[in-house]
Nanobody, 117 residues
Framework: QVQVVESGGGLVQPGGSLRLSCAAS????????MGWNRQAPGKERELVAV???????KYADSAKGRITISRDNAKNTVYQQMNSLKPEDTAVYYC???????????WGQGTQVTVYS
């Protein structure tokens, strides 16, 4: 069906930047929304940003002004540029792709982002 693979996590100091990438493959026809969610230790998974195939974007309030999501439809890849990172951004970041053909979300394995001082 659809495979989703994230990359780009790592360790960064407060104020630093990271760029996450997420590539979808397989039965990619009909993939509409792609987005990023994150889950910090002891907390529920939460939306960070989502972008439609037409370019409509939604950000969580915590992401506005610091995080930019973009998408390359030709490569079936979504990116998340994260700037001015804070310790509270530490989490596992998961990418998801929603397929309108299969009517469901597909999730990646996640990539760890750790912001430490």
């Amino acid at each position: 069906q659809v495979q989703v693979v994230e990359s780009g996590g790592g360790l960064v100091q407060p104020g630093g930047s990271l760029r996450l990438s997420c590539a979808a493959s397989g039965s990619i026809f009909g993939i509409d929304y792609m987005g990023w969610n994150r889950q910090a230790p002891g907390k529920e998974r939460e939306l960070v940003a989502v972008i439609s195939s037409g370019g409509s974007i939604k950000y969580a309030d915590s992401a506005k002004g610091r995080i930019t999501i973009s998408r390359d439809n030709a490569k079936n890849t979504v990116y998340q540029q994260m700037n001015s990172l804070k310790p509270e951004d530490t989490a596992v970041y998961y990418c998801n792709a929603f397929s309108s053909v299969y009517g469901r979300d597909y999730w990646g394995q996640g990539t760890q982002v750790t912001v430490y001082s």
